[in-house]
């Protein structure tokens, strides 16, 4: 087997994952762009190179035995990002699951390690690739050892070989530490000599070999000027050299043997993928499944081919299986009813069609157990089939005893309270291209065994939700709420297809209009959907300032081209035309495939049992994701209009309700006072904040206190700030010092709510909801600091998630007591939307402020907006 030893600068490649992809987060709210983005290059590393040994080598603290020959050392960085930091952790479990060694040691730099071990390894005939984004290491380049440099991000990989070195630079490998002497290193703040940069080290390097040839000749360098600079700074120059040079000599307690690579531990990483929410990476994985080992008891079910009441009892489960997640468009397989009586299994043709499943369904004195209410209602209700009686739910009751559970099926719900194992449904059924359904009889004990695991567990989480001061969320929170979201997904929202057609066409046109735009200023036609073509155009034929370039070419991703939007007016036209093309694909095309075709109808699925914070959201298809900046987005809304005729959308939403909880629950005197007058509130900031009469507030005071206030409630950090503002991260971290300044009871509750989580292990909404934070204690500084965050954001998202969802129980009985025909259709974040007859609109408009308004009390008021019109565009 060859030998080869690939080293990887652990810090670094996660330094330029960070900063060559956008904020990405997963939804457990861990900001997960660096870690996304070295799996990326750690899986093209393990299949392209196969290495025989690997190490990712890291730094281990902030002093190295270079600080004590030069106090200032890579003095001057900025503090790491906290949203990078959080994600260091992760990185490291990914190593573990991947089976990668990884090492650092105390007083050193992880070069020095990679720089020891390179050396070690040529001497035993090994190949090796080191991989970095600092150029520092290229001084390891040798006939054995290649150094592999990121370029712009990590998709484009630079290779320096003694060769490539001698080629591009005029100077040999071993030189690099002399260029490093010369012109400094403004990165690690390695001073050189001041004046030098690079073009005029490498002409002294090429005429005397080293920095200290250079120190000797001084006489002969060209130029008083630069003469006098070598010979002022000669002792900085050496000591330059000094600092830039890698040890290969560092005391090391890992060798060559202690790094062999055998291969990743699939199921481990598996677990992190899932954990991480990597989807994509996990559909590339094929990992059997073992999560049945031991072998299911056999239990006794009847298969009816025929219902009777005598089957039914007071109490009774009912699971009702849907293979997939699309319920909406799926038809069930089956249903498995346990109570006193017996276990029995009713294939679905029967249940369809019997008179008596129907009247027990929509009985409400039959009390019901059931996993997944609103799955259950919606599927059987597509078949004419009412069920009423649900008394208790194991997915929502599980959601609420710890939201923070990657995994909400019934078999891992069951492994998690020790109940004995159910099959998981892809053992069962196989998963993509081999699932199947077996005979009605394997089905039958299947789902048997999940109606057997509800009942058994129904109790136990019961009292643990009452333990917990949970049980009312359950009852007049959650599970009212599911059976609303299941009238809704039943009820669907009418789309204009005339209208949508004919926006399909508009925008069509617009794009026919702008390709030619783009094709008079670029001075030829080109494929504009073509990167290659694309990059080509702007950055040879335009002479655009390239940012980015791959191996396909240059790099015309948005936030490339967002920041050359000032350069020339093409790139201003090339987003829009990606916007409408978006627009045109994802949600006009998108939505015209889900349209139900007799009743021209989308019937969104609200995920209820997904967020940390309680929030709710939408997919088959998205509602809550319509873009709304473009002209056109916004106008994607007049498709959808009322079911019925001389109807109309009404639409009501919260005026920041996020921020106003924030003063209930921080009690700050300044902020609430601003929603008691009225005020706009980002002005007021603004005034508190740069201590100016409201007068004096500018658009961009308030744009700056905006984006503090709303930062505030998801715990931005002085860089999160600074990139949404633009401003430098000191400039965001004075910014935030002043708000907490002008609201300390703010900054009073911040450290409450993080000294709460440090006790109780969680932090808790105005409605009980609780988000566990068991990082709260971590000794690990990154994890903690998270957590930190997390537990201050917590509190107000999940109350203002539970508000809304009161307010939608508040007006479902409000419509019934009213007795009125308006349903409620979608919501959209803090926003209700309903339809209703023309004539019922002056009580709604005096009904829908008043629930909304009076869901739960707070110490500021809450303010609700409101609109209508034929279409919910006009109602906005």
């Known amino acids: 087997m060859e030998k080869k030893l690939v080293l990887i600068d ?32 750690l899986s093209r590393i393990l299949e392209e190179e196969k290495p025989s040994h690997m190490l990712v080598a890291f730094d281990a603290g902030k002093t190295t035995f270079r600080h004590a020959e030069y106090t200032e050392y890579k003095g001057g960085r900025q503090k790491t990002p906290p949203e990078l930091s959080e994600q260091f952790p992760f990185i490291r479990e990914l190593l573990k699951a991947f089976q990668i060694s990884q090492y650092e040691l105390e007083n050193y730099e992880a070069d020095d390690i990679i720089g020891t071990l390179a050396v070690q390894a040529e001497k035993e005939g090994f190949d090796v690739k080191v991989i970095s984004g600092d150029k520092d290491l290229t001084q390891l380049s040798s006939e054995k050892t290649t150094v592999a440099i990121t370029k712009k991000g990590i998709s484009e990989i630079e290779e320096y070989t003694p060769e490539h070195i001698q080629e591009k630079y005029g100077i040999s490998a071993a030189q690099i530490i002399d260029l490093k002497g010369l012109m400094g290193d403004a990165s690690d703040n390695i ?28 006489s002969e360098i060209s130029g008083k000027k630069l003469q006098e600079k070598v010979e002022t700074n000669k002792d900085m120059a050496v000591l330059s050299k000094k600092l830039a040079t890698i040890t290969r000599e560092a005391p090391i307690g890992v060798s060559l043997s202690d790094i062999q690579y055998s291969g990743p531990d ?17 559909e590339k994985m094929d990992v059997p499944d073992t999560s049945q080992t031991d ?32 319920y909406s468009r799926t038809e069930p397989l089956g249903l498995s009813l346990v109570n006193k009586k017996g276990m029995y299994f009713i294939p679905a043709d029967t249940a369809f069609t019997s008179e008596e499943f129907k009247r027990w369904a929509a009985d409400e004195t039959k009390k019901k157990a059931v996993y997944d209410a609103k799955r259950s209602i919606v599927s059987l209700g597509r078949k004419g089939i009412d069920l009423n009686g649900i008394t208790f739910d194991l997915l929502i009751a599980s959601y609420i005893l710890n939201p923070a559970e990657s995994s909400l099926d019934i078999a891992e719900i069951a492994m998690r309270h020790k109940y004995s194992q159910i099959q998981s449904d892809d053992a069962f059924y196989g998963k993509g291209a081999k699932r199947r359904v077996p005979d009605p009889e394997l089905l039958a004990k299947h789902l048997g065994r999940k109606a057997m695991a509800i009942e058994a567990l129904a109790e136990p989480i ?36 005339h209208r949508l057609h004919e926006m399909g066409t508009e925008i069509s046109d617009r794009l026919k209009a702008i390709e030619e735009k783009i094709f008079g200023l670029a001075g030829e036609a080109f494929n504009i959907n073509s990167p290659k073509q694309l990059g080509v155009i702007l ?23 967002e920041k050359l939007e000032q350069e020339h007016e093409i790139v201003r036209e090339i987003l829009h035309y990606r916007q409408l093309g978006k627009i045109q694909s994802t949600y006009i095309e998108g939505l015209l495939k889900v349209v139900d075709s007799e009743t021209h109808k989308v019937h969104t699925r609200f995920n209820q049992a997904l967020t940390q914070t309680g929030r709710l959201s939408s997919t088959d298809p998205n509602l809550q994701n319509i873009p709304i900046r473009l002209e056109e987005g916004r106008k994607l809304r007049q498709a959808f209009v009322p079911s019925e005729k001389d109807w109309i959308i009404f639409a009501a939403d919260y005026s920041q309700i996020e921020l106003r909880v924030l003063a209930h629950i921080a009690d700050d005197e300044r902020l609430s006072d601003a929603f008691h007058q009225g005020m706009d509130v980002h002005t007021k900031t603004a005034m508190d904040v740069f201590h100016v009469s409201k007068e004096e507030v500018t658009s961009n005071m308030r744009r700056h206190a905006k984006a503090v206030n709303f930062g505030i409630v998801y715990g931005i950090s002085d860089y999160g700030l600074s990139q949404s503002l633009g401003i430098t991260r000191k400039e965001a971290g004075q910014f935030i010092d002043r708000y907490l300044e002008s609201y300390p009871k703010v900054r009073e509750y911040m450290t409450e709510s993080i000294q709460e989580a440090k006790q109780k292990g969680y932090v808790t909404t105005l409605l009980q909801r ?53 349903k409620l259709l979608l919501q959209v974040h803090d926003e209700l939307i309903f339809e209703a007859p023309k004539e019922e609109l002056e009580i709604l408009m005096k009904i829908v402020p008043e629930e909304m308004e009076n869901a739960v009390e707070l110490n500021v008021p809450l303010k609700v907006d409101y609109a209508y019109g034929p279409t919910w565009f006009d109602a906005k």
């Open 462 to 497: 019961l009292d643990a939700l009452k333990e917990n001061s949970q049980y009312e969320l359950f009852k007049d929170l959650e599970l009212p709420l599911s059976l609303i979201l299941a009238d809704m997904e039943l009820q669907g929202v009418k789309i204009d297809l």
């Open 770 to 822: 609780r988000r566990y934070i068991p990082e709260i204690t971590s000794r690990n500084f990154n994890i903690r600091s998270f957590a930190e965050r997390t537990a201050m954001n917590t509190p107000i998202q999940g109350s203002a998630a539970d508000i809304i969802k009161k307010a939608m129980i508040n007006m479902s009985e409000r419509l019934k007591d009213e007795k009125l025909q308006a």
């Open 266 to 282: 699939n199921e481990k990483v598996v677990d992190i993928y899932k954990e991480l929410g990597f989807n994509s990476l996990l």
């Open 10 to 41: 652990g810090n670094s490649i996660a330094y330029r994952a960070f900063f060559a992809l956008p904020l990405l987060n997963n939804n457990k709210g861990i900001h997960t762009n660096a870690i996304y983005g070295f799996t990326m290059m």
């Open 191 to 218: 001073p050189g000599i001041p004046g030098v940069g690079e073009k005029t080290a490498l002409k002294l390097l090429q005429q005397f070999g080293t920095v200290e040839n250079v120190i000797d000749s001084v």
């Open 295 to 326: 072998e299911l008891q056999d239990i006794d079910v009847t298969v009816l081919s025929e219902v009777t009441s005598d089957i039914f009892d007071d109490e009774n489960t009912l699971y009702v299986e849907i293979l997939g997640d699309n």
């Open 539 to 561: 950055f040879e034929k335009l002479q655009l300032p390239a940012a980015k370039k791959t191996k396909t070419g240059y790099s015309t991703s948005a936030d490339v081209l």
